[in-house]
């Protein structure tokens, strides 16, 4: 592999506050040097002119569905780290609803191996129970040797107090946190939107702010019980629950959690007449839900962005709203979305921005050395222009799946190049 | 596209969440002719298809029959239909169309053909114009955009039933003596219509809601809070709750009842015997508070439930009128559906 220097570049670390401009050399994966411009001597290495572009960390997803193995129809891992490397991300989380559901060391294992091709390094999240069926918990400790970050039956939520706790126990001893998508299914049976006057409106069965705030609350008072427990609350949408995992955390639990680029862009009524587009789950919310989420980024209550990037196939999305599947594509329009949404509209200081998508998911989920650009930690890198709007257009994406909301859509900050693990693994066309 | 021309969408998107969001794309057109919610209509369109079911209805039947001689019009029903189905074929016929119906036990519906398909089929095999009931709410929309015809909504889940509502305007108009030619914002000022009973499942009380303000009039909803929502008076101005059925009666001209859609209540619980004393229209009850007003019912009725024969079948029900009001509307709705060029390429 050729050692690339990224020349001229503002460097912006959020890990160690770095902001200024530098010259990076990356070896053999690792970032080998980072001095003030002109300093490095590297006759060998490629030149990447960074003037004018901000040199950040390798972006660090904790939610995304791969669905392979068992899907491939809509996504490989090949396919969705593509599309990861395109939007920035040099490292994903993947969810282990595949088929079948990753709850063994052996799928663990497959999902990471070499073969299966991918551009970004894959962190499994392994199910927290068999079979994500809820009923009995997974080998906690195998599944840590094999290389899961953390535990989750995400789509799946776990309503058992008793397994719930249970597995809060377990993932303690062993170092993981457990992470819920908090849905009290018992109040969402045939719902596929936002519960209020539109979803009346619409004639569509809606989800009650409660069914996501009070499994937040009950697993709240469960982590309360185990000592040393981590929840990560993933893809929060509402200000109840919000409010719930601030007191928590003030309260001194440790508890994380994590919001999608859409919960803060979007609400319900971009469901406009029926967009299966703008369906997912957790659903967009009502403004107040939406501006609570925008508070919670910028007062740091919430930990990480995750896009929970859910491909599907067009005939699945083409079906009445009812019928069709969950879920959005979102790697490659989160860095633009945050920029427009946090630091354009919101004046969030990039570097906080940054954070968002790279060392603090990366804390959350404790993935040692990645999200951070110092000498020495790996050589993931990307490099973006933090001013240029563009239009983000869904039938270029790397993803197998279309399926967005932010077709068509203007964002500012484009990627540029991607650097995962020292190798070139996206370069935006000229 | 029917989408500009929807005000409630337009002032759905006023929030917008970012200033620089533009809709997506991918939203194919649909076709401006047409009926999928009664939103769709504006106040002189609503006047001109009332106008237009009058002419039809009084035309020379051998005329009438040229109008749509030999097109052909498709009628797709994955639910069943007495009423609807049925004026909506007539209608048709009295066009002269030809009309195919396929039904979800007739057809590869039950093979598990998507609705995309199916309609990509019928259009290929000649169908200009596309009549859809569906237990889905926007089923409409998605046939429409991936077909581009005109199609014409007969129910669509718990969303929408307009065709019902434009019926159920000209019944009343008929009571009141307003002529089609004098419907305006504000032909129905000073009449109050009470819809009661369930509202939350109810595709006709929706379109109503969405229909009957607009021309002036005030809507009193009706029914317990399982079955009504808060949310529902958020529809439009000029729609109020009333939780209490002989206060709204004592106010109203119109009232309309709703059956419990026993098929939609997945897993509600409803106290019968309770329901049946706060919310059924008795004989006693409409002769102590609403001995003048004018009795409306979507069908079909589950007599004994929200409604006694005594009123069904008494002076004040238009109920009967109604279904016959359904064929000269339908017709209205498939003429205006079919207007405009005539397609090349047929045989
Ligand atoms: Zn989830």
């Known amino acids: 592999m050729k050692d690339l220097l990224l020349r001229g570049g503002r460097v912006a670390d959020p890990a160690s506050g770095l902001d200024a401009v530098r010259d990076v050399l990356l070896r053999e994966g690792k970032v080998a040097a980072m001095e003030i411009p002109g300093q490095i001597q590297a006759p060998d290495a490629e030149v990447f002119n960074a003037k004018g572009l901000i040199v950040a960390p390798g972006l660090v997803d904790i939610h995304v569905h791969l669905r392979e193995p068992g899907q491939a129809y809509k996504e490989t891992i090949a396919s969705g780290t593509a599309a990861a490397a395109a939007g920035g991300f040099t490292s994903v989380c993947a969810m282990p609803n595949t088929i079948p559901v990753n709850d063994s060391p052996e799928i663990t294992r497959w999902m990471q191996a070499p073969d299966r091709g991918a551009s970004a390094r894959v962190f499994p999240i392994a199910a927290a129970t068999l079979g994500s069926m809820g009923e009995a918990l997974t080998n906690y400790s195998a599944l840590k040797d094999a290389g899961a970050v953390a535990v989750t039956d995400d789509g799946k939520p776990i309503l058992g107090d008793g397994i719930m706790l249970e597995a809060l126990r377990s993932a303690a001893k062993v170092g993981l946190p457990v992470i819920q998508h908090a849905e009290d299914t018992r109040l969402t049976g045939g719902c596929s939107m936002n519960a209020g006057a539109l979803a009346f409106r619409l004639g569509l069965r809606g989800m009650p702010v409660e069914a996501e705030s009070g499994l937040v609350e009950r697993d709240l008072s469960l982590l309360k019980k185990v000592k040393g427990g981590h929840l990560h609350v993933a893809h929060l949408s509402t200000k109840k629950a919000l409010d719930a995992v601030r007191a928590a955390r003030k309260s001194g639990l440790h508890v994380t959690c994590e919001v999608t680029p859409h919960h803060f862009a979007l609400t319900e009524e971009r469901i406009g007449l029926y967009d299966t587009n703008a369906k997912m789950n957790p659903p967009l919310r009502a403004e107040a839900d939406r501006a609570a989420m925008i508070e919670g980024l910028l007062d740091g209550t919430i930990d990480a962005i995750a896009t929970d990037h859910a491909p599907h196939a067009a005939h699945e999305k083409e079906q009445e709203f009812d019928r069709a599947p969950n879920g959005i594509t979102g790697l490659e329009t989160a860095l633009g979305l945050a920029i427009s949404l946090l630091h354009v509209q919101h004046k969030m200081p990039l570097p906080a921005v940054l954070a968002l998508l790279s060392s603090r998911p990366a804390r959350a989920l404790g993935l040692t050395g990645r999200g951070a650009l110092t000498v020495g930690s790996a050589a993931d890198v990307l490099v973006f222009e933090p001013a240029e709007r563009w239009v983000f257009h869904a039938a270029d994406s790397r993803s197998r799946s279309k399926n967005t909301p932010f077709d068509g859509t203007e964002m500012q900050g484009r990627v540029r190049l991607t650097v995962g693990d020292g190798r070139v693994v996206f370069r935006a066309p000229r | 596209m029917a989408q500009t021309r929807n005000p409630s969408r337009k002032a759905r998107q006023k929030p917008s969440a970012i200033p620089f969001f533009q809709p997506a794309l991918f939203e194919r057109p649909i076709h401006p002719r047409s009926a999928i919610s009664s939103n769709d209509f504006s106040v002189a369109e609503v006047r001109r298809i009332l106008m237009a079911a009058d002419a039809l209805e009084r035309e020379d039947p051998l005329r009438r029959a040229k109008r749509l001689a030999?097109?052909?019009?498709?009628?797709?029903?994955?639910?069943?239909?007495?009423?609807?189905?049925?004026?909506?074929?007539?209608?048709?016929?009295?066009?002269?169309?030809?009309?195919?119906?396929?039904?979800?036990?007739?057809?590869?519906?039950?093979?598990?053909?998507?609705?995309?398909?199916?309609?990509?089929?019928?259009?290929?095999?000649?169908?200009?114009?596309?009549?859809?009931?569906?237990?889905?709410?926007?089923?409409?929309?998605?046939?429409?955009?991936?077909?581009?015809?005109?199609?014409?909504?007969?129910?669509?889940?718990?969303?929408?039933?307009?065709?019902?509502?434009?019926?159920?305007?000209?019944?009343?108009?008929?009571?009141?003596?307003?002529?089609?030619?004098?419907?305006s914002e504000t032909c129905l000022r000073g009449v109050t219509v009470t819809i009661c009973g369930d509202i939350l499942h109810s595709r006709v009380a929706r379109s109503n809601e969405l229909l009957l303000p607009r021309l002036g009039a005030k809507v009193i909803l009706c029914g317990p809070p399982q079955l009504l929502p808060e949310t529902a008076a958020g529809m439009m101005p000029g729609i109020a709750i009333e939780r209490d059925f002989d206060a709204a009666l004592e106010q109203s001209?119109?009232?309309?009842?709703?059956?419990?859609?026993?098929?939609?209540?997945?897993?509600?619980?409803?106290?019968?015997?309770?329901?049946?004393?706060?919310?059924?229209?008795?004989?006693?009850?409409?002769?102590?508070?609403?001995?003048?007003?004018?009795?409306?019912?979507?069908?079909?009725?589950?007599?004994?439930?929200?409604?006694?024969?005594?009123?069904?079948?008494?002076?004040?029900?238009?109920?009967?009128?109604?279904?016959?009001?359904?064929?000269?509307?339908?017709?209205?709705?498939?003429?205006?559906?079919?207007?405009?060029?005539?397609?090349?390429?047929?045989?």
Do not use: W
């Open chain 2, 253 to 347: 001209q119109i009232v309309m009842m709703l059956r419990i859609q026993a098929e939609r209540l997945a897993g509600l619980q409803i106290d019968l015997d309770d329901y049946r004393s706060r919310y059924q229209a008795s004989a006693e009850r409409i002769a102590a508070h609403a001995p003048t007003a004018v009795i409306l019912h979507p069908g079909p009725i589950i007599r004994g439930m929200e409604m006694v024969s005594e009123v069904a079948d008494g002076p004040q029900s238009a109920i009967a009128q109604q279904v016959h009001n359904g064929v000269p509307i339908r017709m209205a709705l498939v003429a205006r559906a079919l207007s405009g060029e005539k397609k090349g390429g047929r045989r």
């Open chain 2, 70 to 183: 030999k097109r052909r019009v498709a009628l797709l029903f994955y639910e069943s239909s007495t009423r609807t189905r049925t004026s909506f074929e007539l209608a048709a016929k009295a066009l002269g169309a030809d009309t195919t119906l396929v039904s979800s036990l007739s057809s590869s519906i039950e093979k598990g053909e998507s609705l995309k398909d199916t309609g990509i089929t019928l259009k290929a095999l000649g169908a200009e114009c596309i009549i859809l009931r569906s237990p889905y709410s926007g089923a409409p929309y998605l046939l429409a955009r991936a077909t581009g015809l005109p199609v014409l909504n007969a129910g669509d889940g718990m969303a929408e039933h307009p065709s019902q509502a434009l019926l159920d305007l000209r019944t009343i108009l008929q009571h009141l003596g307003v002529r089609a030619a004098a419907v």
